[in-house]
């Protein structure tokens, strides 16, 4: 176990904390997870912390839409603390709920560096929950979390998971290289919005953005639930012995990238 200490951000719904957890901790570094309600109090600093995880769930019930109210009370009870963790590099990963949380309080796209709502995360095409493996091409070889990747299986499981954003924003996010995962096919070719490869109708199969710098990550897939090989649908037919998922590497990345350029 190294210093590095990750917070793993959680509020009334969320659901997905443990296993984030769990993962984080198999890669080295310490995680605690912290009701949103000890930052807003200044209970507890956020700056203390070297790395930050809002994991997926239900927030607050999803009243309103998902992430809405999680998304506004971080960005605006202490989105001054986020807004400097975020300029010290320290990495920052939104998972499902996690992901609608960061693009409710502006902290992704974050286009030009920006924060504001810039892009939705609105209802499945099919207007309905989604639980499923999909397929993802990684598509961005800046972001720090998906080094060494280029095509990986993650579960989904949402009902508000369709990326949308305007014609203007999409361009500069495809121009400044911040789409970082997009629905695919088996064979690694893009889904091209079709169902079920593109679980929820996607904009250009978007399931994952980044920040320009590559430090904020949000994808709408569970790299957590993908992290031991044992949980894939497959995993007694699969040929690779390895212990470890492909979501294994996200986390891995980020304590790496902690402990090599955060401490």
């Not at 793993?8 to 969320?14: E, S, V």
């Not at 994991?55 to 971080?74: E, Q, T, W």
């Not at 079709?194 to 994952?208: K, M, V, W």
Request: proline letters at 4%; aromatic letters at 10%.
């Amino acid at each position: 176990m190294t210093k590095a200490k990750v917070c793993i951000l959680r509020a009334p719904g969320t659901n997905c904390d443990l296993e984030t957890k769990f993962a984080v901790e198999q890669c080295g570094a310490k995680a605690e997870i912290i009701h949103i309600n000890k930052f807003v109090s200044k209970e507890k600093d956020l700056l203390s912390y070297h790395g930050l995880i809002i994991p997926g769930g239900f927030s607050y019930g999803d009243h309103v839409r998902s992430g809405a109210i999680m998304g506004k009370i971080l960005g605006e009870r202490f989105g001054e603390e986020v807004e400097e963790f975020a300029k010290q590099n320290k990495p920052i990963l939104g998972i499902c709920n996690g992901f609608q949380v960061l693009i409710e309080s502006g902290f992704l796209p974050a286009i030009e560096n920006k924060r504001e709502v810039q892009a939705s995360l609105c209802k499945n095409d099919n207007n309905k929950f989604e639980c499923r493996w999909v397929y993802l091409k990684v598509t961005n070889e800046k972001c720090i979390f998906t080094k060494g990747l280029s095509f990986v299986r993650f579960p989904v499981a949402h009902a508000e998971g369709k990326f949308i954003t305007s014609e203007k924003n999409l361009k500069k996010l495809k121009a400044s290289k911040q789409v970082v995962f997009q629905y695919a096919l088996q064979d690694q070719s893009l889904a091209e919005r079709r169902y079920p490869f593109n679980p929820n109708g996607s904009l250009e199969d978007i399931a994952g953005i980044c920040n320009p710098e590559g430090t904020i990550l949000g994808l709408m897939p569970h790299p957590e639930r993908a992290f031991l090989r044992i949980t894939y649908p497959d995993w007694s037919r699969a040929k690779s012995k390895n212990e470890f998922g492909e979501g294994y590497h996200i986390f891995k990345n980020m304590v790496d990238y902690i402990i090599n350029e955060v401490l």
